[in-house]
């Protein structure tokens, strides 16, 4: 007698099976966790606009310490401009540090620093303009008050 095997044909379509159950994108069994699909699109859409909005705020925070430090060193460079005027200006009197003098003009273009502020003359001129009024920092730079 000759034993011939009959071919098993699987009654499920191949389209509806796999070798791999776990690559699947959803349960393969009726016990198995449930798995949704999701929309992938949305997800990343979702994130997307979480990540550009948490770049722009911490570009606009960068952005604000940018410009004050541009401003610190618009000040620094004001006072380091007035600094060397009132040092090549004439001064009779040797300026302490933490008091207030005042940066003159005189007919002769020439910068005089005097202790004296410019509603203290009365009515004399003494100098052709009044350039501003300044204290002396700790640094040796002066500090611009008008």
Same mark, same amino acid.
Request: avoid cysteine; glycine fraction near 6%; proline fraction near 4%.
């Given at each position: ?11 499920? =379509?191949? =389209? ?12 393969? +069994? ?8 999701? $929309? #992938? ?12 909005? #948490? +770049?722009? !705020?911490?570009?606009? #925070?960068?952005?604000?310490? &940018?410009?004050?430090?541009?401003? #610190? ?12 005027? &009132?040092? %090549? ?13 005042? !940066? ?8 005089? !620093?005097?202790? &004296? ?6 009515? %004399? ?6 350039? +501003? %009024?300044? +204290?002396?920092?700790? =640094? ?5 008050? $008008?």
């Amino acid at each position: 007698m000759a034993s011939t095997k009959k071919e098993f044909i699987n009654p499920i =379509d191949k =389209d509806k099976i796999t070798e791999n159950p776990g690559t699947l994108p959803y349960a393969h +069994t009726v016990g198995g966790a449930v798995v949704k699909p999701t $929309k #992938q699109g949305l997800i990343r859409s979702k994130a997307l606009t979480a990540m550009q909005q #948490q +770049t722009e !705020l911490q570009l606009a #925070q960068i952005k604000k310490q &940018i410009d004050l430090l541009a401003e #610190q060193a618009k000040e620094i460079s004001e006072r380091r401009q007035i600094s060397e005027i &009132i040092y %090549s200006a004439r001064m009779g009197f040797k300026p302490e540090i933490g008091h207030t003098y005042h !940066l003159y003009e005189n007919n002769k273009e020439e910068y005089v !620093l005097s202790m &004296i502020g410019p509603d203290e003359w009365g009515n %004399s001129k003494a100098f052709k303009t009044f350039v +501003t %009024s300044v +204290t002396l920092l700790a =640094d040796h730079t002066w500090e611009i008050l $008008k």
